[in-house]
């Protein structure tokens, strides 16, 4: 069965300090995963990444995954109060044609304290 | 240009009730997925819908159905509804033929169940 797990289950950290989230996958026809940010309702898109070894970067969050060992990796630096968040992981399966079906982590909740 | 919207964004029902959550895509898009968010849990997929047919489905009982119209938008139907159907409901659209795309979310609909 396919899943997507990601760790730690939840964080807080100090602003200021750099956070890593991990997101590990075992899934069938992998196509791309990708990384939302969830504060209230609907997850907003961070990065998709589909080739290993290549870092996404934006602003404070960069993002890299290894196909090989099946994870990935959200940094970020300098964190603000308003990184606070729950963040998941999800990787699209399927085949070719309309879009695929996303399986998601249960997420990471990241609590920044002033 | 709207993005995803959904309604209602908050629903009462009872037990044994049946529902009909709507959702209107991103414009330009074609694809309209549903997921299932419990609370503290990453979203579960329960179908995606393109060209007005169902084309994946998740492992949800055939209580969930759904439909799209031609202009792309779709309903989320729930019959005989459970306490365990509680959740945040989201839409998805996206764009097909896409290897990779990211979806985009709406708001949800926060459906309790009591």
């Known amino acids: 069965e396919d899943k997507v797990v990601q760790s730690p289950l939840s964080l807080v950290v100090h602003e200021g300090d750099t956070v890593t989230l991990n997101c590990s996958y075992e899934v069938t026809n992998f196509r791309s995963l990708l990384w939302y940010k969830q504060e209230k309702k609907a997850p907003t898109f961070l990065f998709m990444l589909?080739?290993?070894?290549i870092e996404k970067k934006s602003g404070r969050l960069s993002s890299i995954l290894d196909k090989k060992e099946l994870f990935s990796i959200l940094n970020i630096t300098a964190t603000q109060t308003g990184d606070s968040a729950i963040y998941l992981c999800a990787v699209e399966a399927g085949h070719g044609g309309a879009t695929n079906k996303l399986i998601f982590g249960t997420g990471t909740l990241l609590a920044v304290q002033p | 240009d709207a993005g995803v919207t959904q309604s209602p964004t908050h629903l009462i029902k009872t037990r044994g009730q049946q529902v009909t959550l709507r959702c209107s895509p991103k414009?330009?898009?074609?694809?309209v997925s549903w997921y299932q968010q419990a609370l503290g849990q990453g979203p579960q997929f329960i179908f995606q819908y393109y060209e007005e047919e169902e084309r994946q489905r998740g492992n949800f009982p055939d209580r969930f159905s759904g439909h799209q119209f031609p202009n792309y938008s779709s309903e989320l139907n729930v019959n005989a509804l459970l306490l365990g159907d509680s959740a945040l409901y989201l839409c998805?659209?996206?764009?097909?033929?896409?290897?990779?795309?990211?979806?985009?979310f709406g708001q949800g609909t926060r459906l309790t169940v009591v």
């Open positions: 414009s330009g898009h074609d694809t």
């Open positions: 998805a659209s996206s764009l097909s033929g896409t290897a990779g795309t990211e979806a985009f």
């Open positions: 589909t080739s290993s070894g």
